[in-house]
């Protein structure tokens, strides 16, 4: 079933007929595809292009159609090219031959291209929805836990900070992602209903008025452009493959610090899972698959782009690739931002096993320097006496913090009783801008 035909002859092969069709992919669009459609008819008929009567048919078959297609007395299946012409026949089936006359005036260029838009935007908000969710995660999370814990160079252990602080480098990073959607929605946010093909139309439309009836900031301002433009898929896409790494670092922390060697935190049974063999093992599945989704968004930008990368324009078919791999990368998104939020909810943290990797990493040995600077010692010269200090107690299997002043006093003869209170975990967060550390960031 096609809106095309009458210059062929021949009819099309089998093979290249499931080949070409789309309605498997794109039946997720019916919804837009109708919305869009009943816009187009109520300009058709401001602009004196259909009467009255005949849009209130159109427009009336049209929620009919969707209506039956949401309850599930219509099923979006059948030898369809696409979900254009699977609406349009339907109607057309409903209300006779005026359901031909939808089509007046528009293009499935420009059908597709807004059903497109209309799709994106929906779910570019979406995923700025589940994004603050995860943003409200990470900051509750950070202040009911806002203990002292390693912070790593190069999975070192290197300086004191809390829990809150290392959380709170999320919430940034989230917040970008979050500022990044929103911008993407605010270019995208243009009208191409009324391009046609290519070219417009000899009809004289108000390209105004179904801007405004599906919200859109504007109406394109060029036709080709109008029709042949993804970019706001590729910028989406973009910004999905930057929150994905994102999750992926953060998962790939948490696995870390769920791990029997760190033992920091503790995930929740309901985002782990066990093994068919070892009946102690839990692992952190759920963050696992993070991880290895993110590979898989990728792939869907690099898909895309490569599609595009050598089209002249305008419409190609080769642009009908854009669905599947636009829809895949943002079910996924949302789908591991919201298993992230839920992760973060329920995480257990295990503030005595944090504060232990502290005390045997030596993570006030820069305090040590600074505190010999305060004394006027020059920095290198106090960062040298500080590794020989480290080399001694790594000797003696000790702390800095729990040598004697007398043992410390050998490396400088600087070194006072006062160095014990320079050098506490808890108050090395309290000096200078360190200070911020100690601090839950606001709400973003």
Known sequence: ??????????????????????????????????????????????????????????????????????????????????????????????????????????????????????????????VVTVLQQLINSLNEKAANNNVIMPGYTHLQ??????????????????????????????????????????????????????????????????????????DYLLELMSSFSIIMMHLSRLSEELILWSSQEFKFIEMDDAYSTGSSIMPQKKNPDGAELIRGKTGRVYGSLFSLLTTLKGLPLTYNKDMQEDKEQFFDAVDTVIDCIEIMSKMIDTLLVKEENMKAAIKAGFLNATEVADYLVSKGTAFRDAHEIVGKLIIYCEEQKMAIEDLTVEELAQFSSSITDDIYEYIDYENILTKGNKKLIKQILGKN
């Not at 060029?222 to 433009?229: H, P």
């Open 1 to 126: 079933m096609k809106l095309w035909g009458g210059r062929f002859t021949k009819r099309e092969d089998e093979i290249m007929e499931k080949f070409n069709t789309s309605l498997p992919v794109d039946n997720r669009l019916y919804h837009e595809d109708i919305t869009g459609s009943i816009a187009h008819v109520k300009m058709l008929v401001k602009c004196k292009l259909l009467t009255e009567s005949e849009g209130d048919l159109l427009i009336n078959g049209l929620e009919s159609v969707r209506s039956d297609i949401e309850s599930g007395a219509l099923k979006v299946e059948g030898e369809y090219e696409d979900i254009h012409s699977f609406v349009e026949m339907n109607l057309t089936k409903r209300i006779g031959d005026i359901g031909k006359k939808l089509h007046t005036a528009r293009s499935r260029n420009d059908q597709v291209a807004i059903d497109m838009r209309l799709y994106a935007k929906n779910k570019a908000g979406e």
């Open 157 to 230: 252990r290197a300086q004191v900070i809390t829990f809150g602080h290392h959380l709170g480098a999320y919430v940034q990073m989230f917040s970008r992602d979050k500022k990044r959607i929103q911008n993407a929605i605010d270019i995208l946010d243009e009208n191409p209903l009324g391009c046609g093909a290519l070219a417009g139309t000899t009809h004289n439309i108000d390209r105004q008025i179904t801007t405004d009836l599906l919200g859109f900031a504007k109406p394109v301002d060029n036709f080709l452009d109008g029709v042949s433009d993804r």
